[in-house]
């Protein structure tokens, strides 16, 4: 069963005991485009206490609010009561909600696009906010007055500018007015909500048009302080070069392309992101240039393509080459590392070091800093291809001790 039948099933069950349930949102908007939807939402004039009692396994998480996820055929199907919601005293969370009825539940949503219902069983569209208009039209326009809407909930500026890259949509000029105006108040909603919606328009492949929006409507700013505009600026080139599909670090790495690592590091904690997330970035953004170096060093390169994001620090350094003026020939050092790389063939990365530290003590080294320092030379000369066995290995570090000796004496 798709997603889709099983949210079918869900609305016939429903309305089989009488209550009107549809289709609703995200998933309309995405069949009269023709798109894949990401997920069927169902929207019901139900009460969340009969959501419950009509279907064997529910999780009602959401209940409170109206929304109850149905269990079955091993898919999620979020069922939520038709509802207004009001009061929203702080422009992120509604102060109360309260059942309604269709037309009053399509009014609360964001944008026109998003604020229709489908019904299955008469294969008719449900259209209280003009949304098909505005589909034909290709424009994001928020349900009702812009300015009231997002004061409401500042997050929708930055949902304007997801759903506008995602569909490739015009932002309507008077919610657009409205997010230039009001960019100010992201601030006030939480780095987790920024980041979801930062990450639906950076790995979008339309993802410069995104952030040329981000930057002209003054959320770019807002989100990111500490960064040079003109840096910001100067990034969309970088990732207008990026390939299709990539990682939201990667993309966060193009968009932070031009600013210092130190910089970028500390803009990057106001999203929240995991630990592995901004080691990722970091990682990318600190090696930036190193892979331009015709001179690195066997050892050099073996250690760095053993890292496990060598592609995308390669991805990265490709777009921001291909950025430059003169494209072809800034990409000409990282085709003499790809023939580089290649001539090394399927060769270890990180081989087993040829002695290990108890070896050394016997050879004599002893435990602390030198045996460190010692430990690492050797291995990158392993790495070099210098040293071969373990036989070499001991002869060299012998005569590693008794320099060092000399030196110390
Ligand atoms: P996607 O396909 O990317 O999931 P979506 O339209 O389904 O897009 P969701 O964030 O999943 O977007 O939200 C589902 C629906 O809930 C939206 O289509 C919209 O009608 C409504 N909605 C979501 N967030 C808000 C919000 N902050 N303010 C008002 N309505 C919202
Ligand atoms: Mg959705």
Redesign the pocket.
Known sequence: MTNRQTAIKVIKQLHHNGFQALMA???V??MLLGRR???Y?VATEAQPKDVIRLFKRTLKIGAKFGVVIVLTDEKQVEVATFRTETGYADGRHPGSVEFSNAAEDAS???FTI??MFYDPLQKEVIDYVDGQADLKARVVRTIGKPSERFGE?Y??ML?AVRFSTQLGFEIEPETWRAIRRNAPSIARISGERIATELE?ILVNPNRAAGASMLIASGLAETIFPALPRAQVQSAVGILRQLRKKVDYALALAGFFARAETDLTVQSCGILKLSRNRNKHIKFLLANRSRLLDDEMSLAQLKKILAEPYFWDLYELQRAIQKAKADSRKGIAPLTRLRKRIRTLGDVELQPKPLLNGHDLIRLGAVPGPGLGQLAEEMYIAQLEGTLRTADQAGQWAKRWLQEHRAVEK
């Open positions: 949102g995200g998933c908007r995405d939807a990401k997920d939402d609360r949503r964001d998003n604020g909930d997050l929708r949902r639906g």
